[in-house]
């Protein structure tokens, strides 16, 4: 076996993030077990199938011993473990309720560290959100050590997480809002839906038009995800991180400029109305994870309208109305 090579599970392998993960973690020499309960389907994972690398086994994260039982007997015990697994968003959280919710984000999180530390799995990484911080108090960008104050069910659920994994020396990622194109992309995402509603519809409609959030491209969170593998583990046990770049704090009226620049026949209506939920007018600080890991990311949030958009008249998205691309996520942050 190759020294340098590791095993790594990621659980919500299938989702958003984790196929893209796995693809680059295959790419890089890595052997990589999938736990995930396909509730969207699998066909992200299919071009894996036949990787002598890859191994995968549909099961629910929150059930007990279920990690130790999904790994292959003849494979070295994992090195890392992403845990990517959960309910993800504000409209998702709402739409299953607090006990489900709470329930696959909290205690399954708690299931997954206690199997993981009972194997002595050196490396823990959870995917969390900067949506914990709620909205900005002084207009100062939000840093690591700024208190939270959570908005949403979504970012509660993620907090308690937080709390159960960091003591077990886990290494938290808060990410900023995600766009672009994965294996399994998603269209609940402000600036993804922007470019489906203008390329379906020739319409926006705009809420909340001038609240800031940050965005990060879905590549470049598996890049700075999987920094975390290299560094020292004394350096980043029991960090948090946030996960972004500082020129990705967009208004939404910014981005709905850059949705018309590449389809310039859209109405965009605007409508004043203020509701409750994940309110995110927040800007955000990554410093501390580009001063520490040297993290840069490569893409804007132009690429990511282009690539979109692209990606939608050359066909190659299937269906992209179909529910499984929309709300109520169950498999990746």
Same mark, same amino acid.
């Given at each position: 076996?190759?020294?340098?090579? &590791?095993?790594?599970?990621?659980?919500?392998?299938?989702?958003?993030?984790?196929?893209?993960?796995?693809?680059?973690?295959?790419?890089?020499?890595?052997?990589?077990?999938?736990? @995930?309960?396909?509730?969207?389907?699998?066909?992200?994972?299919?071009?894996?199938?036949?990787?002598?690398?890859?191994?995968?086994? &549909?099961?629910?994260?929150?059930?007990? *011993?279920?990690?130790?039982?999904?790994?292959?007997?003849?494979?070295? &015990?994992?090195?890392?473990?992403?845990?990517?697994?959960?309910?993800?968003?504000?409209?998702?959280?709402?739409?299953?309720?607090?006990?489900?919710?709470?329930?696959?984000? !909290?205690?399954?999180?708690?299931?997954?560290?206690?199997?993981?530390?009972?194997?002595? #799995?050196?490396?823990?990484?959870?995917?969390?959100?900067?949506?914990?911080?709620?909205?900005?108090?002084? /207009?100062?960008?939000?840093?690591?050590?700024?208190?939270?104050?959570?908005?949403?069910?979504?970012?509660?659920?993620?907090?308690?997480?937080?709390?159960?994994?960091?003591?077990?020396?886990?290494?938290?990622?808060?990410?900023?809002?995600?766009?672009?194109?994965?294996?399994?992309?998603?269209?609940?995402?402000?600036?993804?839906?922007?470019?489906? @509603?203008?390329?379906?519809?020739?319409?926006?409609?705009?809420?909340?038009?001038?609240?800031? *959030?940050?965005?990060?491209?879905?590549?470049?969170?598996?890049?700075?995800?999987?920094?975390?593998?290299?560094?020292? =583990?004394?350096?980043?046990?029991?960090? #948090?991180?946030?996960?972004?770049?500082?020129?990705?704090?967009?208004?939404?009226?910014?981005? !709905?400029?850059? !949705?018309?620049?590449?389809?310039?026949? =859209?109405?965009?209506?605007? &409508?004043?109305?203020?509701?409750? /939920?994940?309110?995110?007018?927040?800007?955000?600080?990554?410093?501390?994870?580009?001063?520490?890991?040297?993290?840069?990311?490569?893409?804007?949030?132009?690429?990511?309208? *282009?690539?979109?958009?692209?990606?939608?008249?050359?066909?190659?998205?299937?269906?992209?109305?179909?529910?499984?691309?929309?709300?109520?996520?169950? #498999?990746?942050?």
């Amino acid at each position: 076996m190759n020294p340098t090579q &590791k095993h790594i599970v990621v659980t919500g392998g299938a989702g958003y993030i984790g196929s893209l993960l796995t693809a680059q973690l295959l790419q890089k020499g890595h052997r990589v077990t999938v736990i @995930d309960n396909l509730l969207f389907g699998g066909e992200s994972l299919m071009t894996f199938l036949s990787h002598p690398n890859f191994h995968f086994a &549909k099961a629910d994260v929150s059930e007990t *011993r279920i990690l130790r039982g999904s790994l292959p007997r003849n494979w070295q &015990k994992p090195d890392a473990l992403f845990h990517l697994a959960g309910i993800v968003g504000f409209p998702a959280c709402q739409a299953v309720g607090k006990q489900a919710s709470w329930h696959y984000n !909290v205690d399954a999180s708690r299931n997954i560290a206690q199997q993981a530390e009972s194997l002595a #799995i050196e490396q823990v990484i959870f995917t969390s959100t900067y949506s914990v911080y709620g909205a900005s108090s002084d /207009g100062l960008p939000v840093t690591e050590t700024s208190p939270i104050n959570p908005q949403s069910l979504y970012a509660e659920t993620k907090i308690a997480a937080e709390e159960a994994l960091l003591p077990m020396g886990a290494l938290v990622y808060r990410l900023a809002t995600l766009y672009g194109i994965s294996p399994r992309t998603r269209f609940d995402l402000i600036v993804n839906q922007f470019v489906l @509603d203008a390329f379906i519809k020739r319409e926006l409609l705009i809420y909340q038009r001038g609240y800031s *959030r940050s965005f990060v491209h879905v590549l470049d969170v598996v890049r700075g995800l999987m920094m975390s593998l290299d560094a020292p =583990t004394e350096k980043i046990r029991g960090q #948090i991180y946030n996960l972004g770049t500082d020129d990705g704090n967009y208004t939404k009226d910014q981005i !709905v400029q850059l !949705v018309i620049k590449r389809l310039p026949e =859209t109405f965009v209506e605007y &409508k004043d109305l203020t509701f409750g /939920g994940d309110m995110r007018d927040i800007t955000v600080s990554f410093e501390k994870i580009h001063r520490q890991l040297g993290f840069q990311a490569r893409f804007t949030v132009d690429d990511g309208v *282009r690539e979109v958009v692209n990606a939608l008249r050359q066909g190659l998205i299937r269906e992209p109305q179909h529910e499984r691309y929309r709300n109520a996520q169950f #498999i990746v942050s």
